[in-house]
């Protein structure tokens, strides 16, 4: 077996190949690609990488990605302030953003309830939107959990912790697949999964 080539650019590789739906091969390449790039360029990209960890941290009330203290959809008093989208990650706000379908405000739980790989509601932003409803004035919660089996599971139990009088709790339309992600559906579905929303 060789010895390294270069111990610094096998630092890289690995580093790269850590990065979700990176294999090895396709960061080997980008660690080249980066050697073959000049001083300005690479200074460029390690300080897009240090300023998104050091500037980027969740906003207080939706837990979406923000450099202030309140994200710019919760600032906006434009859209509506009635209604609240739950989703599972921050990825799910890009996709919905993206159909131009939904103009109320979100909230990312941080995963779905998945008793078998140890998460239970206390790991997700469940109480912070039991209290984030109870101080305000919200008339609908929009369930857009991916329709997996533990996400089918988590909006039960959501739409029984929430669902009371004055709030109607609905779930995004069928056409989205079962065991599919948000993020990786056509704008034009999702937003008519938004369109055609259904009562919980």
């Not at 109320?104 to 739980?109: F, N, Q, T």
């Amino acid at each position: 077996m060789l010895d390294s080539l270069s111990p610094a650019l096998d630092i890289l590789t690995d580093r790269l190949h850590r990065l979700p739906g990176i294999g090895r091969k396709t960061a080997q390449r980008l660690a080249l690609f980066v050697l073959r790039q000049d001083e300005e360029h690479v200074n460029a990209l390690a300080d897009a990488l240090l300023r998104v960890k050091r500037d980027i941290h969740f906003c207080r009330q939706c837990f979406n990605i923000t450099e202030q203290d309140i994200c710019r959809i919760c600032r906006d008093t434009r859209r509506d302030q009635k209604t609240i989208c739950v989703v599972e990650d921050i990825v799910d706000i890009f996709a919905i953003e993206k159909s131009n379908e939904y103009r109320g405000l979100y909230h990312v739980l941080g995963g779905v309830i998945s008793p078998l790989s140890g998460v239970s509601p206390a790991d997700l932003k469940i109480s912070e939107l039991i209290n984030r409803i109870g101080n305000s004035d919200v008339e609908e919660i929009l369930l857009a959990i991916n329709p997996s089996t533990e996400g089918e599971a988590t909006m039960i139990y959501l739409s029984k912790l929430i669902k009371s009088p004055g709030i109607r709790v609905t779930r995004i339309a069928s056409g989205i697949p079962i065991g599919s992600h948000l993020e990786y559906i056509d704008d034009a579905t999702i937003g008519r999964a938004i369109q055609s929303r259904r009562e919980l």
